[in-house]
C-alpha cells in the first residue's frame, strides 16, 4: 500500500496505473479499481467472519476442562438455498468480470487504421532490441516521414531515433493519436508506459501494436517489462509529449542530415573533422548510422541527431552537450562511455574498442556537434 501511494505522487519518475492520462490507461485503471473493490470487499468479508469465528467461538482457556467443549457444533448438510447462493454469487462476481475485462480489451486493443491525410495520427514502429529501443517514423498527418538531403529534398531514406520517443499532444479540441507497430529484432520484450497504455509485448516474427493519446504535455517514463537478458533492468523508455508546434520542430530537426549545411561552423574545427575521421574510419560505422556520411550501420542506435537526446545508453545516463566541459572531457559521460561501455552497461553489446586517447577525445567531440 505504501509503494502505491508513493508511485502516485506528481514525480516525473511516476510509474503509477492510478494515474492516468490516455484512453487506454484510464481503461486500465477504471477495470483495476473495480476488480481490487470486488475482490477487496470479498477478502475483507471472508476474513471478517474468519476472525469473529476464531475469537467467538473460542474453547475457553482459564476453566481447562468445559463440559461439553469436545461436542461438535451441529452439522448442516444439503440446504439447498445455500448451496444455490454460494454457486451464483461468485459465478455472478465472475461473469461480471469477464464483461468488464472483455470491454476494456476492446478499448485497449484498437488495431492501427491506414494512414491517410489529415487525419492528425502518428505512426511509429518500435523495435525491440537488447538492451535498447530503435523508433522509426513512419507516417504524421497522413504524409510518410523521410529524412531530407543535404539539398533539402525529401529522399527515401526513414528517419529513425531511439529510447526517447516524441509524440504530439492533443491541443485546441484535435486529438492527435499515436499509433506504436510493435517489432523485436531478438528476444521478446515488452514495451509499456503506465500513464499513457498497458504494457504489450515485443515477439520475434510477430507484429503487435498499442496506441494512446494525451492532452496533457509532459515527459512520461516507462521500462521493458518482459525480461530479456542482463541489461534488462536498463532498457528505459522516455516518452515526451511535446506542444503541436514543439513537436513539428523536432521532426524537422530529425528529418536534417547531420548538418544541414555545409558552412555550418563546426566543420571549421579541426579536432572535429578529426573526430569523424576517426569515427568513420573505425568499427564504429559496422554498427551506428550517421545520416549524411557513409556511417549506415543498423544494429545500433541511429547517432545522426545523437545529443538531442537527453539521455544514453537507453535512460541510463544524462546527456546535456551543454554540459561537457571541452576543456576537461574527462569529465563526461559521453567519454566514459565512449571509452568502456561495459564499465557503464555490463554485457551490452558495444564493446571497448581501445582507442588512442586522442582518436577518442576528437570522437567525443564529434559526437558532440550530432545535434
Ligand atoms: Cu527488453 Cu526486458
Redesign the pocket.
Given at each position: 500500500m505504501i509503494l502505491l501511494l508513493l508511485g502516485m505522487g506528481p514525480s516525473t519518475e511516476n510509474l503509477s496505473i492510478f494515474d492516468p492520462v490516455s484512453p487506454p490507461a484510464e481503461s486500465i485503471r477504471n477495470l483495476s479499481v473495480l476488480v481490487l473493490a470486488i475482490t477487496g470487499f470479498i477478502f475483507i468479508a471472508v476474513e471478517g467472519i474468519l476472525i469473529y469465528s476464531i475469537v467467538r467461538f473460542r474453547r475457553p482457556a482459564a476453566t481447562g476442562v468445559t463440559p461439553g467443549a469436545d461436542a461438535e457444533p451441529p452439522q448442516v448438510y444439503g440446504s439447498k438455498p445455500i448451496e444455490i447462493a454460494w454457486t451464483a454469487a461468485p459465478a455472478l462476481v465472475v461473469f461480471v468480470l469477464v464483461l468488464v475485462s472483455a470491454r476494456t480489451l476492446w478499448e485497449v486493443n484498437v488495431p492501427p487504421p491506414e494512414p491517410r491525410a489529415g487525419d492528425n495520427t502518428l505512426f511509429v514502429t518500435v523495435v525491440?532490441r537488447?538492451?535498447w529501443w530503435e523508433y522509426q517514423y513512419d507516417h504524421y498527418n497522413g504524409r510518410p516521414i523521410r529524412a531530407v538531403g543535404p539539398d533539402g529534398k525529401e529522399t527515401e531514406l526513414p528517419v529513425i531515433t531511439a529510447n526517447e520517443l516524441h509524440v504530439p499532444t492533443s491541443a485546441g479540441g484535435v486529438s492527435r493519436r499515436v499509433f506504436l507497430t510493435l517489432k523485436s529484432a531478438d528476444v521478446c520484450?515488452?514495451f509499456g508506459v503506465p500513464r499513457l497504455a498497458g504494457k504489450t509485448d515485443l515477439i520475434p516474427g510477430r507484429t503487435n501494436s498499442m496506441w494512446f493519446q494525451t492532452d496533457q504535455p509532459g515527459l512520461y517514463v516507462g521500462q521493458?517489462?518482459?525480461?530479456?537478458?542482463t541489461q534488462?533492468a536498463n532498457?528505459l523508455i522516455r516518452v515526451y509529449v511535446d506542444s503541436p508546434s514543439d513537436f513539428q520542430n523536432w521532426l524537422d530537426l530529425q528529418q536534417q542530415d547531420r548538418w544541414p549545411k555545409q558552412d555550418d561552423p563546426r566543420l571549421r574545427d579541426e579536432r572535429v573533422r578529426e573526430g569523424e575521421k576517426a569515427f568513420l574510419a573505425q568499427s564504429c560505422v559496422s554498427c551506428h548510422a550517421v545520416r549524411g556520411t557513409p556511417a549506415k550501420g543498423k544494429y545500433a542506435p541511429d547517432l545522426t541527431h545523437l545529443m538531442s537526446r537527453r539521455t544514453l545508453a537507453s535512460g541510463m545516463i544524462a546527456n546535456d552537450p551543454d554540459d561537457y566541459p571541452l576543456d576537461n572531457l574527462k569529465k563526461s559521460k559521453l567519454l566514459a562511455w565512449v571509452a568502456d561501455p561495459q564499465k557503464i552497461k555490463p554485457g551490452c553489446l558495444m564493446p571497448a574498442f581501445g582507442l588512442s586517447d586522442r582518436d577518442r577525445d576528437n570522437i567525443v567531440r564529434y559526437l558532440l556537434t550530432l545535434r
Open positions: 525491440g537488447q538492451w520484450h515488452s521493458c517489462y518482459e525480461y530479456c537478458g534488462h532498457m
